[in-house]
């Protein structure tokens, strides 16, 4: 393939593509959702073929092909418009994970969010415990939507800037001990306490064992923030109630 060939080739391909995102809306340009994310990877995908043909044959089959993508992604999204069932296919829901500072277990499974990623998504709002929080909402995006409990906040943001309550690891004030059934020995061990400090706390809260916690952490004035659901977790049932804390 000539260089001149190439060069032309690249040169139309981008003209194209970019008539055609702009056709296609403002929301294609900010992949608002993975509907959005997948058109545009599948766009990059074809415009690649159409920069790498080797004949004007080509060239217009991946053209046409982009084309008509594009037409259908703009279809789709005038159905979604219209359509709010189609809308859930095409680009989600948002879904409750945090109801007044209890976890809803059902819809962390149906997202496949874990504890992990959870309490990254609230450490990056600025809170480091999710009974802090009224309602968590995951949006169709995959950011974290949060209302605080505005009359109970143990922890304001000034205080997370000055640290008067931060654990000297510079984890936040809460330290996590155990996420899923899983101790972290190695930060039960930074907080000064062992395993026997572990299991009367959990037993002291109701629980029979270690198999018991679903989440478990601590600050540095000893405050215990505890959730014993972790058998409901895999379970079929009612809802379990919030975690406690004291």
């Known amino acids: 393939m000539s260089w001149l060939v190439l060069t032309l080739n690249t040169l139309v391909t981008f003209a194209l593509l970019l008539v055609l995102v702009r056709w296609i809306g403002s929301t294609q340009l900010t992949q608002l959702t993975y509907f959005n994310w997948v058109a545009g990877a599948s766009m990059g995908n074809i415009a690649a073929d159409m920069m790498a043909a080797r004949s004007w044959r080509d060239w217009t089959s991946a053209g046409l092909t982009l084309v008509v993508f594009t037409a259908a992604a703009i279809l789709a999204a005038y159905i979604a418009l219209k359509s709010r069932s189609f809308r859930r296919v095409s680009t989600g829901e948002p879904v409750v994970l945090i109801h007044k500072g209890a976890l809803v277990r059902e819809n962390l499974r149906r997202t496949k969010v874990n504890l992990d990623v959870l309490m990254m998504l609230l450490r990056e709002k600025g809170y480091f415990a999710y009974d802090e929080i009224e309602y968590g909402i995951l949006e169709p995006t995959g950011n974290l939507s949060i209302l605080p409990v505005q009359a109970a906040q143990s922890v304001s943001k000034r205080d997370l800037v000055e640290g008067p309550d931060l654990c000297p690891e510079g984890q936040g004030p809460y330290v996590e001990i155990v996420v899923d059934g899983e101790v972290d020995r190695d930060k ?16 002291k809260r109701g629980g029979s064992g270690l198999a018991d916690v679903m989440y478990l952490a601590v600050n540095a004035q000893g405050q215990v923030i505890i959730d014993l659901h972790r058998r409901n977790s895999s379970e079929d049932g009612p809802p379990p109630g919030p975690s406690s804390r004291s």
């Open 188 to 203: 039960l061990r930074s907080t000064g306490r062992d395993e026997a400090w572990l299991e009367q706390e959990i037993r």
